[in-house]
């Protein structure tokens, strides 16, 4: 049985990492219910910025304005490299 009196330590970052990726998992599986492309309209909304890419299905547009485009960009490129 594990010991609960003990203080668990959470970076901040490593929360915000969590919830960039369980976001982009979301937006994927409410674009792919759509019979959309993820990774095209993910793309398209990063590069440009133009939520329209993203469908409201599921709130998905209003998600993923929650986060900068350029934390998700940072999230995306670390998991690539750290998956090398």
Known sequence: ?????????FSSKDVEREYTKQLLKSVQQALEERGYNAV????GYLISGDPAYISSHKNAR??????????????????????K
């Open 62 to 83: 209003s998600n993923i304005q929650k986060v900068e485009r350029y934390e998700i960009i940072e999230e995306l490129v670390r998991s690539y490299l750290e998956s």
């Open 40 to 43: 095209n309209q993910l793309s």
């Open 1 to 9: 049985m594990a010991d609960r009196s003990s203080t668990m330590l």
